[in-house]
């Protein structure tokens, strides 16, 4: 498996732009983005479980019910929520794409993101949907990236190339994260594409077991979006054998998918909102895989441990605080942490208490700009890792007048 | 009922002092306070459900198993826990307590709040003592609710006076909150004294009833501390009959417990670290008390909510979205949201859709200092009132270097 470039573009038959229609008030912004496969494509999705659901993931979920799909139109600037009119306008973003492609309404994945509760006109939409349909091409990754970003500082994409039955195939995504980030079940919105041959029920079994890993254990803020959805096309263009059961196959596009969600993970978690630290909560020595996630998720969403992590200090007490209220059940006894980085790595408690050790060698691994917080539970052998941020002045500042 | 001077020391019996003994390096802060009942004292305590705890807790615990104590210490800036000889020095601080009242030592509670994981010396503690327990005074209140303080920018008490089987009854008390705090099953430090005659069975009951609906509905931050502990001493100096069973002088006395916890709780809410703004979410229309309760505290823990209220801004598919995952069954399109302050009272949400309203006076309502954030559910008559405050600069500020 490698790298390769394209993002959502990189397998084949995928096509994608992303423009500015108006949406959003500052015309340098990208508002729209599409991302378009020549034939019809298997097609999977997990969303929300905020009971505050966007129309679009109602309106997506029934798109998609027969297993397929050919399309993703997505808006940023306004999530289409908590509107009266919200179906029927996300109903007519499918119709528009489906005319100006020339496929079924019913074939188009629909997603919406920013300000929630602000009725969304069709109208900019409308208007900006012929340009960027005619604009599709091999070479609209990044455009479409650029397009579902809201309070994101950078663009978010990557791809793998991989081998399947001996074919040559790849898969790849973009992401939009930021702020309101603590999926559970489902996630941010996070768009993915591979040319592999995969049956619909298959793919759905490969993406719902992968998030459970992957971006259901990111947290920037512990609110959990009403709009988060993770889709994947599966266009079967590369020409493998169409995978239709569990074997090496499928465990080799798994392997490809992991690859692809944890580097999004990574992206959007150190890009979360105002952040200045990746920060990675890697949990061992668990009894269970159940309490490894769980203690990894405590300590990730710890506004305390966060707030520690923007001023480099070595704040230890506030993970085996955060341990202790995760609900995990943890001998407190046995527990070990440790700080590493780039710079070194500074084991600073064991078995549950502090140990001695250098103040400034501490602050030289914390000021680093991925920080790995290393908990020993020392009670068995599953494992966990879970994503997160630093808390900063910039968090409250874009969102104490985010919608201003 | 009405409301007295005197915090710890309004009820007949209670002296309290605080001093400055050398734990903390700032010696214009007080860091060691004690208060004292003349008479043995019905006792009862409530504590943190977090795995970790302070060695404080451990102690104290043991301490008021048959029921009675007669002393209160508690240091700040060291929280005494995480360390390998955490019980002995907190058996040690009874001791010495014990030695300088003349009381027994299995009478004192013992509390810590600060740093977690460093050795808290005996030294300063001892040294400090004598003069602290000399200055022990009915005027001392004030002086025992600074010595407790950390992170916190105002010192909390509060007392009332009521009237039980005909008698003046008095309950007073001091509080410690600021960081930290996201109470469950208990909360941060308060300590609480009454003269009231009450038998300690019927004074636990009164108090582990009164905080399912005070402390444990605040949230500063989410983080539930390791040193949580709620404490109340009656020495029944009052002269009123004992309570020993349900009925109107119980009922007398929980009211009176209630109006002092919810001024306590108001308190810390509105000083939590870095706060500008006290934020009480009212939820109305509930179909159970657990659903009103859930709500409640998932509106008021919502970062995103929180920079909103800090921020002026009227984003009110924040409160929407902290229902939607609160994990309370709620019908979303039922519901209805109002900001409401000093400047008065806007309407902006009903049926979980938008209406419109005057961003205007949206900013005048929310530019107060105390807000309420109104959630109807329309689904039946249960009520339940959270208490936060806003996410600013100075939470990240304070946090960001707490140690050092």
Not at 55 to 78: E, F, L, M, R
Not at 325 to 334: L, T
Request: hydrophobic share 45%; glycine share 10%; proline share 2%.
């Amino acid at each position: 498996m490698r790298v390769i470039e394209g993002g959502v573009c990189a397998a084949l038959g995928f096509t994608a732009n992303g423009v500015h229609c108006g949406i959003r008030k500052n015309h340098s912004k990208k508002d729209l983005s599409l991302i378009f496969s020549s034939v019809p494509a298997s097609a999977a999705a997990v969303y929300t479980t905020n009971l505050v659901k966007g129309a679009p993931i109602t309106v997506t979920k029934k798109h998609i019910a027969d297993g397929y799909a050919q399309a993703v139109i997505c808006n940023s600037g306004n999530a289409n929520t908590c509107n009266a009119n919200g179906i029927e306008i996300a109903e007519a973003m499918a119709e528009l794409v489906a005319k100006e492609l020339s496929i079924k309404a019913s074939d188009v994945i629909v997603a919406s993101t920013g300000v929630i509760g602000q009725p969304l006109s069709i109208e900019p939409i409308a208007e900006g949907l012929p340009a960027l349909a005619a604009g599709l091409s091999a070479e609209g990754g990044k455009a479409a990236a650029e397009g579902i970003m809201t309070t994101d500082t950078v663009m978010k994409e990557v791809a793998v190339e991989f081998t399947v039955g001996g074919k040559s195939c790849r898969i790849g995504g973009i992401a939009k994260g930021s702020g309101m980030i603590h999926p559970n079940m489902a996630t941010m919105l996070v768009f993915l594409t591979t040319d592999c041959a995969i049956a619909p029920d298959m793919l759905q079994k490969a993406l719902s077991g992968d998030i459970a890993n992957t971006f259901n254990m990111i947290s920037v803020d512990g609110d959990t979006s009403t709009n988060d959805m993770v889709s994947i096309l599966a266009n079967g263009l590369a020409g493998n054998a169409i995978i239709t059961a569990e074997g090496e196959d499928f465990t080799a596009f798994m392997k490809a998918l992991n690859t692809v969600t944890i580097a999004l993970c990574r992206k959007i978690a150190g890009d979360g909102e105002g952040a200045t630290k990746l920060l990675e909560c890697k949990v061992s020595g668990a009894a269970d895989l159940a309490t490894a996630k769980t203690v990894a998720k405590s300590v990730i969403c710890s506004s305390l441990l966060k707030a520690a992590m923007f001023g480099a200090d070595a704040n230890w007490g506030r993970v085996l605080c955060a341990i202790g209220y995760s609900g995990a059940n943890v001998d407190v006894n046995k527990v070990d942490v440790s700080f590493k980085s780039k710079a070194g790595i500074i084991t600073v408690c064991k078995n549950g208490a502090g140990v001695e050790f250098s103040e400034e060698f501490a602050k030289q691994v914390l000021l680093e700009k991925e920080i790995e917080i290393l908990v020993g539970l020392n009670s068995g052998e599953a494992e966990a890792t879970a994503w997160g941020c630093d808390l900063t002045y910039d968090y409250v500042k874009i969102n104490g007048d985010y919608r201003t």
